[in-house]
């Protein structure tokens, strides 16, 4: 049973705004795969929600006039790792949304949900983060947009104020044309189990696949939100494909991450998995590229 006090449907964008500013202690529902357990669990009983099921303008992918691709918050995972867009030109999310859950959560799960939760295990963002994602919100003041980095602002906590509500993520071309990557996610289990670390890298070669011309690393549980490693992304920047560059850029990374001792992992296991898996994300990034090391 779910102690939900009151549920109220919105019929569009600004139907949802005007019911968020109307209850002001409303919760947002999508696929509810979240926020159903917190109220099932007590953290949230007696919530009061605003579902956004209902509204397809949040739904779809397509691709924007400078070239950019723009995903609807409420896009599931399963659409966008069946998307032909995505398969094309964004594999490392498609590998990403695929290690979510099992695939009844990857057909309710959306993306949306997924990084409003605010959670530094959410497998969408360390990829995201690599993919130098714009966060687009709409809210009483209208629409802004924002880099994902400053989408999340603390533990739990997301940029969005009240009544405002993701409506779309959006990869520009820059992180995608001719661009490789690879997610890893270390868990307890092969399948339905939350990131102990997840290592996002998204990367450019040189024309002749010899040097790092861009590199992108995401992590998540490496910290307390989502995160980037701008030491480890400065330090690869040019640098000949060897596996010397993979041992330096094992070492380098350390130097961006603050990950916590938890009942999944200790700090020092997290450490080494930043460690190795950023090693192995950047192998399969090049290999994916091209470029033999
Ligand atoms: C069995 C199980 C396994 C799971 N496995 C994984 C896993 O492996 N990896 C992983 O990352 N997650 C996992 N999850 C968590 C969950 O499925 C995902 O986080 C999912 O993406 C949440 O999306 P949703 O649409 O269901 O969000 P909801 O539960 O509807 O919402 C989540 C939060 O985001 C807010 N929100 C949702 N949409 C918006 C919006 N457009 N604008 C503003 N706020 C919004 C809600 O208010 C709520 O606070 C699992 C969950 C379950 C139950």
């Not at 409506?167 to 339905?192: D, F, Q, V, W």
């Not at 330090?235 to 041992?247: V, Y």
């Amino acid at each position: 049973m779910y102690d939900i006090e009151a549920l109220y449907e919105a019929r569009s964008l600004d139907h949802a705004i005007a019911l968020l500013e109307e209850h002001p202690d409303a919760r947002i529902i999508a696929g509810g795969s979240d926020i159903l357990i917190q109220i099932r669990e007590g953290r949230l009983a007696g919530a009061k929600l605003v579902s956004i099921q209902k509204l397809d303008e949040l739904r779809g992918i397509s691709r924007s006039e400078d070239g950019a691709i723009r995903i609807g918050a409420l896009t599931s995972f399963s659409h966008i790792a069946q998307n032909p867009l995505i398969q094309a030109h964004l594999g490392v999310l498609v590998q990403a949304v695929s290690s979510i859950g099992g695939p009844q959560i990857r057909n309710i799960g959306t993306i949306g949900g997924n990084t409003c939760n605010g959670v530094s295990s959410a497998d969408s963002a360390a990829t995201l983060m690599a993919l130098d994602a714009l966060m687009e919100y709409r809210g009483p003041q209208g629409r802004r947009v924002l880099p994902i980095q400053a989408h999340y602002v603390g533990a739990g906590k997301t940029a969005l104020a009240h009544a405002e509500l993701l409506t779309a993520i959006s990869i520009p071309k820059e992180s995608y044309h001719a661009c490789y990557g690879c997610y890893l996610k270390y868990a307890m289990r092969n399948a339905l189990d939350i990131a102990t670390l997840g290592c996002s890298v998204n990367l450019r070669l040189s024309q002749d696949k010899q040097r790092l011309e861009r590199v992108r690393i995401g992590f998540g549980v490496a910290g307390p939100v989502p995160i980037r490693a701008p030491h480890a992304e400065a330090a690869l920047k040019g640098k000949a494909l060897s596996e010397e560059t993979l041992r330096e850029a094992g070492t380098a990374v350390l130097l961006d991450v603050q990950p916590r001792s938890s009942w999944r992992a200790s700090r020092e296991l997290r450490l080494q998995l930043v460690e190795e898996l950023t090693k192995r994300a950047l192998r399969c990034s090049i290999r994916h590229a091209g470029g033999i090391l």
